[in-house]
C-alpha cells in the first residue's frame, strides 16, 4: 500500500508539473507509521518501521486511553495518558521538484515536537497550539523514482499536567507538502488591512512578501486581483518589484471600491484575493486569501478614573 501511495504521489505531481509551474499543494495525511514509546535511531531512514501501526492525520493517539485515575494528566486532561510517540512517513519525489522550494507544514502536533527528514532534524517545538512550517532541502532531500525520503516526527506530551482541559496528543491537525517556484509567496505573506470601510466606499490594503531562493536576482510582477462574493472581479492591482537572490522582497498595494458587501454574523460575506507573481507570462507562483470586510464600534470606559473615553471605531479584516 505505502509503494503504490507513493506512485500516485509522484504521478500526480508529475501531471501538476505539466500543467503549470505555479505551486503544488499535496495533502500529506495518509500513510503514516505510528508507534508509542520512545526509541533510538527512529528518525534514520533504514529504520525498520514494518510491524508499526499505519494511521492517518488527524491522529490522537491519547483518546484510545486507558482511560485511568493514574494518569498524570488529571481530571483536567481526562484521565488519558501522555507520553512519547513517534510517527514516520516515506515518500517520493520526482525529478521535477529538484530545484524547487519544497516545504512541509504542519496544522498542530501536540507538543513538545522534533521533526527530521532523512535523519536531518529540522527543528524542535514547544507548544502544541500553532502550526509551523520547515524548509526541506536538497541534501539532504532526494529526488527520483527509485528514491525514498523519510520524514519522523517525536513528540512528548510526558510534562502533566499540561493545562486546563483535554488537549490530546500526536499530529492532531492536519499536513501539507508544498512544492513552489524558487520565487515564490510567504508562507502567511499575504497580509490584509482594510483601514476604512462604510457602505459607499471600502480600502483594502494587501502587504506582499515574496522570497528568492534562486541564485541571481529577478524582476517580476505581482497582481493582486480581488474577486466579491458573488465571484465577479472587483479590480485588478499590479506591481512591479525586483527580489534580490536569497533574499525576501516586500511591497504594499491597495484597491479602493464602491458599495462593498460587508461581513456580519447574519450575512458572512467573503471576499477573495488572489495573488500572482509573474515572470513575464509566466505564473510562478499564485495564493488565495479569503477575508470578510467589517466594521467594528468598541466602546471603552475606564470605570476607576471614572473617565468616559468615548468610541473607538476598529475595521478588520477577517
Known amino acids: 500500500m505505502k509503494q503504490l501511495y507513493q506512485i500516485f504521489l509522484i504521478a500526480g505531481m508529475l501531471c501538476l508539473a505539466r500543467v503549470a509551474p505555479a505551486r503544488i499543494t499535496e495533502n500529506f495525511d495518509a500513510g503514516w507509521k505510528f508507534l508509542p514509546g520512545d526509541l533510538t535511531g527512529a528518525e534514520q ?18 483518546i484510545a486511553g486507558p482511560f485511568a485515575e493514574t494518569n498524570k494528566t488529571g481530571g483536567a486532561g481526562a484521565f488519558l495518558p501522555g507520553g512519547i510517540v513517534w510517527y514516520r512517513k516515506s515518500f517520493s519525489l520526482p525529478e521535477s521538484a529538484s530545484g524547487r522550494s519544497v516545504s512541509v507544514e504542519f496544522d498542530g502536533v501536540m ?16 507548544n502544541g ?3 509551523f512550517r520547515y524548509k526541506l532541502n ?3 532531500l532526494v529526488f527520483g523514482r527509485n528514491t525514498t525520503n523519510v520524514l519522523a516526527v517525536r513528540t512528548d506530551t510526558s510534562a502533566q499536567p499540561a493545562s486546563r482541559w483535554y488537549s490530546g496528543g500526536g499530529i492532531y491537525r492536519h499536513v ?17 488591512t482594510t483601514p476604512n470601510v462604510s457602505g459607499r466606499e471600502a480600502t483594502v490594503q494587501f502587504q506582499i512578501v515574496v522570497t528568492n531562493e534562486s541564485a541571481a536576482p ?4 505581482v ?5 466579491s462574493p458573488d465571484g465577479k472581479n472587483v479590480a485588478t492591482v499590479k506591481s512591479e518589484l525586483t527580489v534580490s537572490n536569497h533574499a525576501p522582497g516586500e511591497l504594499r498595494q491597495q484597491i479602493v471600491f464602491p458599495k462593498p458587501q460587508l461581513w456580519s454574523p447574519d450575512a458572512p460575506h467573503l471576499y477573495l484575493a488572489v495573488t500572482k507573481i509573474m515572470s513575464g507570462k509566466m505564473v510562478l507562483d499564485e495564493t488565495t486569501t479569503t477575508f ?15 473617565l468616559k473615553l468615548g468610541s473607538l471605531t476598529v475595521t478588520l479584516a477577517d
Not at 111 to 126: A, E, F, K, M, T
Not at 223 to 227: F, G, K, S
Not at 292 to 306: L, Q, Y
Request: no cysteine; glycine share 8%.
Open 45 to 62: 531512514p533504514v529504520f525498520d518501521d514494518a510491524n508499526w501501526k499505519t494511521v492517518d492525520l488527524p491522529h490522537d493517539w491519547s
Open 111 to 126: 507538543q513538545n515536537s522534533d521533526v527530521w527528514i532523512n535523519r536531518v532534524h529540522l527543528g524542535h517545538r514547544p
Open 129 to 131: 497550539y500553532v502550526g
Open 138 to 140: 536538497a541534501p539532504p
Open 176 to 192: 501539507r507538502l508544498v512544492v513552489a517556484d524558487p520565487i515564490h509567496i510567504d508562507a502567511d505573506g499575504v497580509f490584509i
Open 218 to 221: 529577478l524582476g517580476i510582477t
Open 223 to 227: 497582481n493582486t486581483a480581488l474577486v
Open 292 to 306: 470578510g470586510i467589517r466594521e467594528a464600534i468598541v466602546n471603552i470606559t475606564a470605570r476607576a478614573a471614572g
